[in-house]
């Protein structure tokens, strides 16, 4: 039985922790039982993980100042987490949330330097990755640190170049590792990485840097304009971010987490969140280089809190007074299903080839974004079953096929 | 007895609070017994009072969100100096400190927008002040509150013009007022507001928004370059400035408060510094405009604490282990003689010409700037006994004169 074949009892399923009071705000005013509360919330629905995010300029308001209690604090979530049987992945560098950047004063206006160049910068942020990466890992329910959640969101206000954006990530990820060897240590981005021609920060360094590949699907980029909320695109989004990140890997079998993925209004209407949450999760969790489900987010975001997207205020699983929403008892069933070997049947994998090297011509990224014809043809192919991505280099490679359980490979029209 | 003939008695002398444990980074951990430890420090040498610097981000980290804990820390505090006798004055929007400006995520990155222009930021801004007016207003200790320590640091990070300034300076001053009527209510702007031609805030800002006048002396913005640490130029700029902030006040009794003053390194050195006390509070508190002097800073910085400019590590009246410095002895020396009647016997006042109407025509600011010839001038026959300015427009009103104290005009050379 080759890997895709499994009936994925192992996939993890998460959510991305966003506290019910407070937001991340309540970093400030820490209280071990909200959090309690919260965990109570997620454990109730069968999830075996939650990302969470401590706020990096509360914790480093000098660059050689690191406050203990901003440590004992994220220290007594992971611990909180533990109690309900929750493993955590820790992001370490926030950095960006939910449309807003926290960044140190140290590098901001009469300080003003790129947090990805500026050689102190640079030391500073190490010492606090390497700092927190050790202290985390002396909880037994942490198995993960990410550098930080979609740190590309910190460009452009902090210049970089393809270049010093992988020297910056593939430096940081040796000093967790070091700090951390038990641990996975990650890298994240959102997805203009794989879709931007300009953007600098490359599919490269999603499958090269890192423990895993991690991906975010967000069908407001483009896909939810080309069928809806329940069209194939929309739904199997998750699913070609997936097999992209698989595609490009020097390692056939890396691991692709899905780290975020949510049902953001208006895109998915609250009618039919339920149904893209079963379409998406039947998508992805055929996908045999899916490691875990993380979902965005926990909770909603309270309304007394001003200027963020209209989107973010519904994302959560459950309200800020915690009821549970349709799409969550949804979740909540795949996962038992799928624990129990109720997945589906495992079909011969087939897949398409793609003409672009992504992390060779980073500059053709726009060949397979949403939209384009490669992304279209995938998209209905798709609808025949479990479908993989291969690079034109690979396709005749017995051995690399082999590796990938790919049966069938198949040409666009 | 004209009032600059009394002597000075009522004079108060404080001391600007820098925490002598982690900085302004202390309040994320505040300490009463911290502050109880600095504040007898200041006690003890005879100051009155304290100016305190709240953090506007972790206090208002959303537009709609005010941490009441934030409050209650900066109430704690106020209650710690009332333990010592010491009043106190809190500046609202750090904001700007010693180089570092601290601002919430809400106006940077994603979402910039200027703090002197946006409506809303100007909306949560007023919100922000009047609430902590409010807050404070309840301690008897209490009494005043500037919008914020020097918030034309805050620019040109955030545009604004000279009427956007004023207009945002004056509708939160009247936020603090109509909301603690019993405190003074006041504007903090570095001297650029006096000197520098194109800046966005200006001199009528300073002299007709708030119920008196503040002004902030540092001899390294060009005095100390014309005449070294102990010569006259950098003795008096500080009662330079008080005097030019009274000519120009359209209220010919209006105070002006030495808010901020200090001896910093390399400008004036360790072994010169008592001197430039002695000499610096000889000719201040001779001005009958003069309302007080709050010396920055309380405490030396850690030297554990990175990137903050070199001359701010050494501008304590005491070290970070509470030891006493002798030009803080001077200081204490002087307070002392002046409570006791011991200032220096009152002369006729004279006043020197001046014929730039700041507050007319701001684009000649250059003309009174450090080193102009009338500045020169003034510092020339200041030699010989305290000097006043009037503006040119003023010289012939004998009423005018005689609401100042000044018997004797002299024409610029």
């Given at each position: 039985m080759s890997p895709h074949q499994a009936n994925r009892p192992s996939l993890r399923f998460g959510?991305?922790?966003?506290?019910?009071?407070?937001?991340?705000?309540?970093?400030?005013?820490?209280?071990?039982?909200?959090a309690r509360r919260d965990f109570a919330d997620l454990a109730e629905i069968g999830l075996d993980h939650v990302r969470v995010f401590p706020i990096w300029p509360w914790i480093q308001p000098n660059r050689t100042l690191i406050r203990r209690r901003g440590i004992d604090d994220l220290l007594a979530l992971i611990d909180v987490a533990a109690e309900f049987g929750l493993g955590v992945c820790v992001d370490l560098l926030q950095g960006h949330l939910s449309s807003f950047d926290f960044l140190p004063s140290w590098v901001l206006t009469w300080h003003r330097r790129s947090v990805f160049t500026d050689e102190r910068v640079r030391e500073g942020v190490g010492t606090y990755v390497g700092l927190l990466a050790r202290e985390v890992a002396t909880r037994e329910n942490v198995f993960a640190v990410t550098l930080g959640n979609e740190v590309n969101n910190l460009w452009p206000a902090n210049p970089t170049t393809a270049a010093d954006s992988t020297r910056w990530a593939a430096e940081l990820v040796e000093i967790a590792r070091a700090a951390a060897p038990r641990l996975l240590s990650l890298h994240s981005l959102y997805d203009a990485a794989w879709y931007?021609?300009?953007?600098?920060?490359?599919?490269?360094?999603?499958?090269?840097?890192?423990?895993?590949?991690?991906?975010?699907?967000?069908v407001f980029n483009g896909v939810s304009a080309i069928d809806g909320p329940l069209g194939p695109a929309t739904v199997t989004h998750a699913d070609y971010l997936v097999a992209l990140a698989a595609a490009n890997s020097p390692d056939p079998a890396r691991p692709v987490w899905l780290q975020e993925v949510g049902a953001p209004r208006p895109d998915i209407g609250e009618a039919d969140a339920a149904a893209f949450v079963r379409g998406m999760l039947d998508a992805v969790t055929a996908n045999p280089a899916l490691w875990g489900v993380t979902w965005w987010c926990s909770h909603d975001l309270d309304r007394g809190l001003a200027d963020f997207p209209e989107r973010e205020y519904d994302l959560g699983l459950f309200t800020v007074d915690h009821k549970i929403k349709p799409a969550t008892r949804e979740l909540a069933t795949v996962i038992r299903d799928l624990r129990a070997g109720a997945g589906p049947s495992p079909a011969p994998l087939r897949a398409l080839v793609c003409d672009v090297d992504l992390r060779a011509v980073p500059e053709r990224r726009a060949e397979v974004a949403p939209g384009s014809p490669f992304h279209r043809e995938w998209v209905r192919l798709r609808e025949s079953g479990p479908l993989a991505i291969v690079n034109a280099t690979d396709a005749d490679d017995a051995e690399y096929l082999g590796a990938r359980g790919v049966e069938t490979v198949l040409s666009p029209a």
């Amino acid at each position: 039985m080759s890997p895709h074949q499994a009936n994925r009892p192992s996939l993890r399923f998460g959510a991305n922790y966003v506290p019910s009071r407070g937001w991340f705000y309540s970093w400030l005013d820490f209280s071990a039982d909200d959090a309690r509360r919260d965990f109570a919330d997620l454990a109730e629905i069968g999830l075996d993980h939650v990302r969470v995010f401590p706020i990096w300029p509360w914790i480093q308001p000098n660059r050689t100042l690191i406050r203990r209690r901003g440590i004992d604090d994220l220290l007594a979530l992971i611990d909180v987490a533990a109690e309900f049987g929750l493993g955590v992945c820790v992001d370490l560098l926030q950095g960006h949330l939910s449309s807003f950047d926290f960044l140190p004063s140290w590098v901001l206006t009469w300080h003003r330097r790129s947090v990805f160049t500026d050689e102190r910068v640079r030391e500073g942020v190490g010492t606090y990755v390497g700092l927190l990466a050790r202290e985390v890992a002396t909880r037994e329910n942490v198995f993960a640190v990410t550098l930080g959640n979609e740190v590309n969101n910190l460009w452009p206000a902090n210049p970089t170049t393809a270049a010093d954006s992988t020297r910056w990530a593939a430096e940081l990820v040796e000093i967790a590792r070091a700090a951390a060897p038990r641990l996975l240590s990650l890298h994240s981005l959102y997805d203009a990485a794989w879709y931007d021609p300009e953007h600098p920060f490359t599919p490269a360094d999603c499958v090269e840097i890192g423990d895993l590949t991690t991906v975010h699907s967000w069908v407001f980029n483009g896909v939810s304009a080309i069928d809806g909320p329940l069209g194939p695109a929309t739904v199997t989004h998750a699913d070609y971010l997936v097999a992209l990140a698989a595609a490009n890997s020097p390692d056939p079998a890396r691991p692709v987490w899905l780290q975020e993925v949510g049902a953001p209004r208006p895109d998915i209407g609250e009618a039919d969140a339920a149904a893209f949450v079963r379409g998406m999760l039947d998508a992805v969790t055929a996908n045999p280089a899916l490691w875990g489900v993380t979902w965005w987010c926990s909770h909603d975001l309270d309304r007394g809190l001003a200027d963020f997207p209209e989107r973010e205020y519904d994302l959560g699983l459950f309200t800020v007074d915690h009821k549970i929403k349709p799409a969550t008892r949804e979740l909540a069933t795949v996962i038992r299903d799928l624990r129990a070997g109720a997945g589906p049947s495992p079909a011969p994998l087939r897949a398409l080839v793609c003409d672009v090297d992504l992390r060779a011509v980073p500059e053709r990224r726009a060949e397979v974004a949403p939209g384009s014809p490669f992304h279209r043809e995938w998209v209905r192919l798709r609808e025949s079953g479990p479908l993989a991505i291969v690079n034109a280099t690979d396709a005749d490679d017995a051995e690399y096929l082999g590796a990938r359980g790919v049966e069938t490979v198949l040409s666009p029209a």
